[in-house]
């Protein structure tokens, strides 16, 4: 998780109200923006770099590794693999239960797919009750 400094626990609208530059710049997607005094993304991605180095590191090449993550380590996690024009608008917002999957190889690391969410087709929702048979 991205450290977010003063504006943890704010909504975005209190965010915007209080800190309306940092705000303005993080919504554009400048990768230097320190929101609340926390942790800019360039940070992020080098937090996560050294995480993907240690993992290889440790695991081995070809080897599978699940990690299960926030929104932001994913899209910082593309950024390293397609490069830094790489915009977080392009993509949108990972959703939840979702699978993104990198690899890595002797050329760096690769996107193999993103925000996929077939696993969950077959998945009731947990608010609602299963659809009463008919019987003709």
Not at 6 to 25: K, N, V
Not at 68 to 91: D, E, N, Y
Not at 98 to 105: D, F, I, K
Request: zero cysteines; hydrophobic letters at 35%.
């Amino acid at each position: 998780e991205r450290h977010v400094g003063q504006w943890s626990g704010l909504t975005r609208d209190e965010i915007a109200e209080r800190f309306p530059d940092e705000y303005r710049r993080w919504r554009a997607g400048d990768l230097d923006v320190r929101p609340g005094g926390g942790e800019t993304a360039r940070e992020l991605q080098d937090r996560i770099v050294q995480l993907i180095d240690h993992v290889v590191g440790t695991v081995g090449e070809g080897a599978s590794v699940v990690a299960v993550t926030h929104a932001g380590w994913i899209r910082g996690a593309m950024h390293v693999a397609l490069g830094p024009g790489t915009s977080k608008q392009a993509f949108g917002v990972p959703s939840q239960g979702s699978l993104t999957v990198l690899s890595h190889g002797e050329h760096g690391l690769r996107l193999e797919a993103y925000n996929d969410r077939g696993h969950l087709l077959q998945v009731e929702p947990v608010d609602q009750e299963p659809p009463t048979p008919m019987v003709l």
